[in-house]
């Protein structure tokens, strides 16, 4: 119990002095699982506060929150659920919208333009006689056969261009912590932990 308080307060302390850029910010832990039946999700936290959570069901609707810290020090989260019904986030800090209102009608149309309430027609329509069309037959002349010349392309022997790198090639990098992953043949599950 004592380790656990000494832990939870040094990560409080670690948090309250991060001042980098939050695009050098380092990854804490991270989680992701791909199960066979279509659900997934994924999770992470980062040492300057930032922390994400979203899972999602089988009918493909994803429940998650994410949380950070704004430049004031207070945290802030948002929890949201995407689905069929749409996007719904919800969090202390974001603004509420007001109760819809139901309209009432303002526009009542006069009298005189409304539609009589059984309409008879006054006139009978007949369309006009549609002229006979009878095509007169085209003379269509054959064109005459022009040969075209032969090219015989021969390609160069030594046509695959040669290219010399321009960056270095890569080295190993391990980095610091635990990374456990497991397979299985319907999907997955990834950790890493920094140590």
Do not use: C, W
Not at 16 to 35: C, G
Not at 38 to 64: C, I, L, M, P
Not at 148 to 175: A, E, G, L
Request: aromatic share 12%; no cysteine.
């Amino acid at each position: 119990m004592y380790r656990l308080v000494v832990l939870l307060a040094l990560a409080v302390l670690s948090l309250a002095q991060y001042r980098d850029s939050p695009q050098t910010a380092a990854i804490l832990s991270e989680q992701r699982y791909l199960a066979g039946d279509g659900t997934f999700g994924a999770a992470y936290s980062q040492e300057d506060g930032v922390e994400f959570k979203e899972e999602s069901d089988v009918n493909g609707n994803r429940h998650g929150s994410y949380s950070y810290v704004d430049p004031s020090g207070q945290r802030r989260t948002v929890t949201y659920t995407a689905g069929k019904d749409g996007f719904r986030a919800s969090g202390a800090h974001l603004p509420v919208a007001p109760a819809p209102v139901a309209p009432q009608p303002q526009y009542q149309p006069q009298p005189q333009y409304n539609p009589p309430s059984q309409y008879q027609p006054q006139h009978q329509y007949n369309p006009p006689p549609q002229p006979q069309y009878n095509p007169q037959p085209q003379y269509n002349p054959q064109p005459q056969y022009n040969p075209q010349p032969q090219y015989n392309y021969q390609p160069q022997q030594n046509s695959i261009p040669q290219y010399n790198p321009t960056t270095p090639p890569p080295h190993r990098f391990f980095p610091p912590g635990k990374l456990n992953l497991n397979r299985t043949p319907d999907g997955f599950s990834y950790s890493f932990n920094k140590s």
